[in-house]
């Protein structure tokens, strides 16, 4: 009698409408339930709930009181964060396939069936990608994928590798060459070869792209500034721009390099034979002419032109520095005239770095870190290597070039592929003032502070440059971390605009053709002004937004890639340490409310430090956004850029990462 009672109906939808009704995102645990978390509150998720959602899930759920507490009940999935993703294969009691997905909160297997697509015979512990078919809130059904790629087996050493480019999809494989290159450029080209290029690079690099000329300029028998002549390798030369080779290129937009090999951008016989300025070999050039005073002042304005150019000899940066660092039984010039060009470049790079120091910013001194490889990928060693005399003066020599490139694009083609970055970020120019006028004014000084900190001087390239030399004195990175939070991201544009993060009023690569694909752009472009100052009249081609964009992606991914397999690595090589509870001396990166994250001196990793290690009772514990530090029974204990001692303590190999505890 009740069947299509339309009162009953009515009741069942006030019902319904009356039941409280929230959209967030379903935060996993490493336990069975979990959390959905909105923009206001934060509600549990049963055990059998959870079964219904995956940790990353957007979905809109019916809040319910059980007893005095509210739980989230999911009724409906707005968006999954599972659709592609990294898994691991495993077979359950009846020999059926799953997968487990490489995600440090998502612990569910999840039932699978492999593509026909996929001919290897999947083993337990293999790599593969998997794409999500049903979803119990959308499909009203279990989990349930696709296998759709294999990736490694379980026991391939480099998996870290592998498994990573496929989280990214990115390529393993070098760009696919040709059979055979011609040289399509039409230009003339100047003769070049009797000059002393060198090129100075890592022993085992192949894929050389800048050598060096320089001469002292003279006047009546004195010295008054130096020649410097950038000759850079020209692989645009041979790629057509309609090829495949180069729509590859301009996908993957730069070269891979990644701890024990590279992933190049460019196929192998253009970036490590054909193009590379291999010594004693002749090879086409686009070359920089640039002269400067002996306090390294750019004085004439510079010119480029095609060449042919032979390097006459590939130096080793760690020869070069023990070299001119007088280091005993250091490597010696094998000739006058590469220990002349050698000699000379060092003067050049001193003044430049001066030069820079004064009416620019230099890079702050940072270790960069190595891992050494055996040939089976296995982490022999993790070495921090600081940047020395012989990588200044190729940096001091390819920044020069790239300052000329940018002026010289702007005066000719109104356009280019620049690197630019704006300093603050607009909407933490308020916060940056603040902080500078609390660390830095007083009584005495606050007047002056106020105008040199304001808003509007904080937004031009003088006014920032003027900031960031009154904080370089202070001894530790607390400043210059506190103030990085309110910067924005380096961005490639079309036109010419500063770079603040260098002191720069502008600033364009193209010393890096082989590995960068900007800089085959800003190539064509500088060849395309060259043939113009002959006659000819050819149009300026403006880069894309589709290519900007696409840059800026690729630059990013190739980071998150190299993040990534770092972690890992770091993990294999400390597990091998744990047990002995190593220490270490660490700077924190990062304060949270729930601890610190570190970064080794020693070696580079990035360990974290649970809140409960540091203190027992939390609710002594206070963390101080502004300050980003932390605050234990009213005094500041921990804050951003302090070096601390600590204890690693474990390593979980599946979630990749380091947990350790601080050393009192």
């Not at 500063?498 to 590995?515: E, K, M, N, Q, V």
């Not at 770091?570 to 304060?591: G, M, S, T, W």
């Amino acid at each position: 009698m009740f069947q299509n009672n339309p009162l009953l109906s009515q009741l069942k939808q006030q019902l319904h409408d009356s039941k409280v009704r929230v959209e967030g995102t379903v935060k996993g645990t490493d336990k069975a339930y979990g959390f959905l978390e909105t923009d206001k509150e934060t509600f549990f998720i049963s055990p059998p709930d959870m079964k219904k959602v995956v940790h990353g899930d957007k979905i809109k759920a019916v809040i319910e009181e059980v007893g005095d507490k509210k739980q989230a009940v999911p009724e409906e999935l707005v968006e999954t964060l599972l659709t592609r993703f990294i898994a691991k294969v495993r077979f359950n009691k009846d020999n059926k396939l799953q997968v487990l997905v490489d995600h440090p909160n998502i612990n569910q297997p999840i039932g699978a069936v492999q593509l026909k697509t996929v001919p290897e015979q999947l083993k337990e512990g293999d790599w593969v990608v998997a794409t999500l078919k049903t979803h119990p809130l959308r499909d009203d059904r279990f989990l349930f994928a696709q296998v759709s790629e294999f990736i490694c087996r379980a026991e391939d050493e480099f998996a870290p590798w592998w498994v990573t480019l496929a989280r990214h999809q990115q390529s393993r494989y070098p760009v696919q060459g040709q059979d055979s290159y011609a040289m399509l450029d039409q230009q003339t080209r100047e003769d070049l070869t009797a000059l002393h290029f060198v090129t100075i690079d890592s022993e085992s690099t192949q894929d050389m792209d800048d050598a060096l000329y320089i001469e002292k300029i003279e006047q009546n028998g004195e010295q008054t500034g130096w020649r410097l002549v950038v000759a850079i390798a020209d692989p645009t030369a041979y790629i057509d721009i309609h090829s495949q080779i180069e729509q590859d290129a301009k996908q993957r937009c730069f070269t891979n390099y990644l701890p024990g090999f590279n992933i190049p951008m460019l196929p192998r016989e253009l970036s490590d034979d054909l193009c590379s300025l291999m010594p004693n070999k002749i090879r086409p050039a686009l070359v920089c002419y640039i002269e400067t005073d002996l306090k390294g002042e750019i004085t004439n304005q510079p010119y480029f032109v095609s060449a042919y150019v032979q390097s006459k000899a590939k130096l080793a940066y760690n020869k070069v520095s023990d070299y001119l660092e007088q280091q005993p039984n250091a490597w010696q010039p094998e000739t006058t005239e590469i220990a002349e060009q050698v000699n000379n470049l060092h003067q050049f790079a001193l003044a430049r770095m001066q030069w820079r120091k004064t009416h620019g910013l230099l890079f702050k001194e940072k270790p960069d870190y190595s891992f050494v490889l055996a040939e089976n990928g296995h982490i022999l060693d993790i070495k921090a290597e600081h940047r020395r005399i012989a990588n200044q003066i190729v940096e001091e020599s390819m920044i020069i070039a790239n300052i000329c490139a940018a002026h010289y694009l702007d005066e000719q083609a109104k356009t280019g592929i620049f690197n630019v970055h704006k300093g603050f970020d607009n909407k933490f120019l308020t916060n940056a003032h603040h902080f500078l006028m609390a660390n830095f004014a007083n009584d005495d000084n606050r007047a002056e502070l106020a105008q040199r900190y304001s808003v509007e001087n904080l937004t031009t390239l003088n006014g920032y440059c003027q900031m960031r030399h009154d904080i370089e004195p202070f001894a530790g990175d607390y400043y210059e971390f506190r103030l990085r939070r309110f910067l924005t991201f380096a961005e490639f544009k079309a036109e010419l605009a500063p770079h603040f993060g260098l002191g720069l009023t502008g600033y364009a690569t193209w010393t890096s053709p082989i590995r960068k694909y900007s800089d085959m752009v800003n190539h064509r472009l500088i060849k395309t002004a060259i043939a113009n100052q002959h006659g000819a009249n050819l149009p300026f081609i403006k880069p894309s937004d589709d290519i900007l964009a696409r840059l800026q992606e690729s630059r990013r991914q190739n980071r998150l890639v190299e993040r990534d397999i770092a972690d890992w690595l770091y993990c294999r090589y400390l597990n091998e340490k744990v047990a002995e509870k190593p220490q270490f001396e660490a700077e924190i990166q990062d304060v949270m409310r729930g601890g610190l994250r570190v970064q080794l001196l020693e070696n580079g990793a990035s360990v974290f430090i649970p809140a409960s290690t540091i203190h027992p009772n939390k609710d002594e514990v206070e963390l101080n956004s502004d300050e980003i530090a932390l605050y234990i029974k009213g005094e500041r204990c921990y804050k951003i850029g302090d070096i601390v001692k600590i204890q690693l303590n474990e390593v979980k190999l599946e979630t990749r990462s380091l947990i350790g505890e601080v050393v009192i």
